[in-house]
């Protein structure tokens, strides 16, 4: 019997960010908005979180629609047609159809031809988690162009009255697209989870006990924010320090820092713990948007593309973490 070979598939040499996108809500929710449902004041919510104002999505804003339109800024930052799209990659946690997922929707929507599209969940770390993905893609030769969007409407799963999560999480999504490249433009990504600690961050109720249920409500996000703090303030830490270390550079070649934008408090303890050089730039989007789970990272680096705190050809290190408790990191460079 004559052995057979299996052909085997060639990508690009290297993958890159070309382009990035974003949406926002048009409705913003100042902490004086809040502070009567959950006992508490403006004062203490920046003192917690650092969050001023934060986000919310109308009727309209749904989770296909802030999609799109992070999208196909995307598209034209990146200077790609959506018939170059061979791949749609969703993360969100927020889309509230069990099936199909949204990224089909999605992609024939921008006018995509048929690419593989398929939503991921891995909470606030889903966006780092996809664009791990994109770049192995791309070089795996699976895809040639991918487009990755971060997106949520969790103000559809908030508990207004729970004095822990009230005040903290918002609505909106951001984009990328990603493709090929001569150089290495993005990082190997440092991804895990730590199951035992599974319960931090999940939603109140199983969905089979709110069917059966004698007076069913909607599930909510509930948080043990004490105990998430500490976790990712010095945990997560490491993982930046790994990821940096796989790509090759070191703290002062960094120029910008863009975790998940969950809290400045966490923000500041993990600069403090990686020893961040003053020069570096921060991220600090979640003061006035809020905490966007998987839609944070490509919200906050967005942010300082347009301000200008982020230029093209900086490096900077993306982490996320989140529910899981599930985590990612790579190094990019900027679009």
């Not at 989770?63 to 018939?83: F, K, N, P």
């Not at 059966?212 to 703090?229: H, I, R, Y």
């Amino acid at each position: 019997m004559s052995a057979r070979t299996l052909a085997g598939s060639t990508g690009a040499a290297q993958a890159t960010v070309l382009g990035i996108g974003a949406y926002r809500p048009a409705r913003v929710v100042p902490n004086a908005e809040l502070v009567d449902a959950i006992d508490s004041s403006d004062e203490w919510i920046q003192q917690r979180s650092g969050i001023r104002t934060r986000r919310f999505a109308g009727p309209e804003e749904s989770v296909q629609m802030m999609s799109v339109a992070a999208a196909r800024e995307a598209l034209a930052h990146a200077g790609i047609d959506a018939g170059q799209v061979d791949g749609v990659i969703v993360a969100t946690v927020s889309h509230m159809m069990q099936t199909p997922a949204i990224a089909p929707a999605i992609a024939h929507e921008l006018g995509c031809d048929q690419p593989v599209a398929f939503d991921i969940s891995a909470a606030c770390a889903g966006f780092c988690h996809g664009v791990g993905l994109a770049a192995d893609m791309v070089r795996g030769g699976s895809a040639h162009h991918v487009l990755v969007i971060g997106v949520e409407r969790l103000t559809d799963i908030l508990d207004r009255s729970d004095r822990g999560t009230a005040f903290i999480f918002a609505d909106g999504a951001g984009a990328v697209v990603v493709g090929p490249s001569d150089t290495p433009g993005i990082g190997p990504v440092v991804w895990g989870s730590d199951g035992e600690q599974f319960d931090y961050i999940r939603q109140t109720q199983d969905w089979r006990d709110v069917m059966t249920s004698d007076s069913p409500t909607m599930p909510a996000l509930t948080m043990q924010g004490a105990a998430v703090f500490r976790w990712a303030s010095f945990a997560m830490a490491k993982v930046g320090l790994e990821a940096l270390d796989r790509a090759g550079v070191t703290v002062d070649d960094l120029d910008c820092f863009v975790p998940h934008q969950a809290n400045m408090r966490i923000t500041d303890a993990m600069a403090r713990s990686m020893k961040l050089p003053a020069s570096v730039r921060i991220a600090r989007d979640v003061a006035d948007q809020g905490n966007t789970s998987a839609a944070s990272v490509p919200l906050a680096l967005h942010r300082m593309v347009q301000e200008g705190d982020a230029r093209s050809g900086d490096l900077a290190l993306l982490i996320a973490f989140g529910a899981g408790l599930a985590y990612a990191a790579q190094v990019v460079v900027v679009p």
